[in-house]
């Protein structure tokens, strides 16, 4: 029943290492995003994808790219992580307006 | 550069009394706004919203009115519960909603005192 879902939940990794996050939604919408929310609980647009093509990507960088297999997953993969990549990140979609968004993934970084 | 931006970070209000969280906007070309309750634990939850050519909508228990003259966007929540108590966040966008994403404010702590 679960509208906008990511897995995993949590993520503890080390400096330098490869990590991807998986987002699915079942509503059928067009449009999915991944947002990040810091330590301060400020949300900020990383990416959004629109039928397989992206759309905007806000100055984040290239050590994170997203990967659409379909139109209802958007999947994030983060290379070589840095201490500053710790977050929670969260994958949302959206058809016309309204965003809905997943549960998030506490990404931590040692 | 442009942001949106809340006013107070922390709102403490009495279980029943009603609640007003504000929201200042700089990008005049804003014309969707937006309000999100995220409560520990979770993602942001849609509460509202409001398009620019209007300057008042009501849902169940909430309310946010828009004044796009001075750029500023508020939520007023009736006879406060328990189960409001969360982070508050206001977002815009100059798409009309579409497939931009938002742009978040900072967000308010509101907590209801029992």
């Known amino acids: 029943d679960t509208a906008v879902s990511q897995t995993p939940k949590y993520l503890v990794t080390q400096m330098g290492n490869d990590k991807s996050i998986k987002c699915e939604q079942n509503l059928g919408h067009d449009t999915m995003y991944w947002y990040k929310q810091d330590s301060k609980k400020f949300l900020k647009i990383m990416f959004s994808?629109?039928?397989?093509?992206?759309?905007i990507n806000e100055t984040v960088p290239n050590r994170f790219s997203p990967k659409s297999p379909d139109k209802a997953h958007l999947n994030l993969h983060i290379n070589s992580l840095e201490l500053g990549d710790s977050a929670v990140y969260f994958c949302?979609?959206?058809?016309?307006?309204?965003?809905?968004f997943g549960p998030g993934t506490r990404l931590t970084v040692l | 550069g442009e942001n949106v931006g809340l006013h107070l970070p922390t709102l403490s209000v009495q279980e029943g009394d009603n609640s007003i969280i504000n929201c200042a906007y700089s990008n005049s070309a804003s014309d969707y706004f937006i309000w999100y309750k995220q409560e520990s634990g979770k993602g942001p939850q849609f509460i509202i919203d409001?398009?620019?050519?209007?300057d008042k909508r009501q849902g169940q228990r909430v309310t946010v009115l828009l004044n796009k003259t001075v750029k500023h966007l508020s939520l007023q929540i009736a006879a406060t519960q328990p189960g409001d108590s969360a982070v508050y966040f206001c977002?815009?966008?100059?798409?009309?909603?579409?497939?931009?994403?938002?742009?978040f404010g900072k967000g308010t702590h509101l907590i209801i005192q029992p």
């Open positions: 994808y629109n039928n397989k093509e992206l759309i």
């Open positions: 949302a979609s959206s058809q016309s307006s309204e965003q809905f």
């Open positions: 977002a815009e966008n100059n798409s009309g909603g579409g497939a931009d994403g938002l742009t």
């Open positions: 409001i398009r620019s050519n209007m």
